[in-house]
């Protein structure tokens, strides 16, 4: 800040009580002399496991079975995993899982945490220390006496000299994330191939294109040029179990073009009617729902990552990161006039993982 030339006067430190403080021009920050005198360290006082051996040797026996015991939440955790598997949708076994994983998992961290803290506080060297601010650097002095700090460190916390603590406590360590490896195991469907059950989706021959949500099906004479519907297998609603993981891989948009203006490929002409067609409605790039139809160029837009697919040609990808058209569902009618699907997806819906796969 710009100091005031036109002050001739020097500001006085704020204190009178300390007239030897130096006087400074104004704008210049006054540093008021600290009023209390550092009452340095309190009289040191030895511990208990300092003077009494047998306490120590107490103290020791503690913390390692703190360790061990956080070894056994850890084991615990993992065979609570598979004691008490979730089956289906019983919130009772989700319960039980959750709460014996989750005592497992209580007792391993609390045992490594107070057996750390009951390491530090009863047995490690106990000194009082001044650590004084020095220039950050790497001069071969520092690093000396970096090196001796570290010596210093094994030496008064005893871990390389304290085996059966210091082996407990890694074993504790590498025993903890255990539990977490196996859990992942319960994000895959029980009893099925994940690969099989995500490569099928709930369309099969003669199911009926119905609306979302209201499941009512729809006919081919309800859907007029220019329209868009979004589409569910009819009986998703009626699932009692798994309707929204059904109907994530289900979900379908139906729309009419004029049938001149359809580019279909070859092997597909006969998967329309009439001009009407039906594509996954999950996007090819990372599974976002393709959800805003423009009519007048018959693109889809995909609103997270501006994904676009003409359905005009295929559903082929125009813009965006998608890497593959969104997969078509065949169509026909039913003798009543309602719009029906041929067989399943003939390929996986969804990211374009499958392509690698
Ligand atoms: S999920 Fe559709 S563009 Fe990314």
Request: charged fraction near 20%; proline fraction near 8%.
């Amino acid at each position: 800040m710009a100091q005031d030339d036109h002050s001739s006067a020097e500001l006085v430190a704020a204190d009178s009580s300390h007239p030897e403080q130096p006087t400074a021009s104004p704008g210049t920050a006054v540093i008021v002399a600290d009023a209390f005198e550092n009452p340095g360290f309190p009289a040191h006082r030895p511990r208990v496991t300092d003077e009494n051996p047998k306490r120590e040797k107490r103290a020791q026996r503690t913390i390692y079975t703190l360790f061990y015991l956080s070894i056994l939440g850890s084991v615990w955790a993992i065979a609570a995993y598979m004691l008490f598997p979730i089956e289906s949708n019983n919130v009772g076994d989700v319960r039980l899982n959750n709460m014996f994983i989750g005592l497992g998992a209580t007792l391993a961290l609390l045992g490594i945490g107070f057996g750390a803290v009951h390491w530090a506080k009863s047995i490690m060297t106990d000194v009082e220390l001044v650590d004084e601010r020095h220039p950050i650097g790497g001069s071969p002095e520092t690093q000396a006496a970096a090196a001796k700090v570290f010596a210093d460190s094994d030496r008064e916390s005893g871990f390389t000299r304290r085996a059966v603590i210091r082996n407990s406590l890694i074993g504790a360590l590498v025993a903890f994330p255990l539990p977490a490896v196996v859990l992942f195991r319960g994000l895959a469907p029980q009893d099925q191939n994940p690969i099989e059950l995500l490569s099928h989706t709930m369309w099969e021959k003669g199911t009926r294109l119905a609306l979302d949500p209201s499941g009512v099906p729809i006919k081919a004479s309800d859907v007029t040029i220019g329209s868009a519907f979004h589409v569910i297998p009819e009986g998703l609603q009626d699932l009692e179990h798994g309707r929204l993981e059904a109907k994530a891989k289900a979900a379908v948009l139906l729309m009419r073009l004029n049938p001149e203006e359809l580019n279909e490929l070859p092997e597909r002409e006969s998967w329309s009617y009439d001009g009407i067609v039906a594509y996954s409605k999950i996007c090819t790039h990372v599974g976002c729902p393709v959800a805003l139809y423009e009519q007048h160029t018959h693109h889809l837009l995909c609103p997270c990552h501006q994904s676009q697919f003409d359905v005009a040609n295929h559903c082929e990808v125009i813009f965006g990161p998608a890497a593959r058209p969104l997969p078509q569902l065949p169509i026909t009618v039913d003798d009543e006039g309602y719009l029906v699907a041929q067989s399943d997806f003939t390929e996986p819906v969804g990211p374009s993982f499958w392509e690698r796969h």
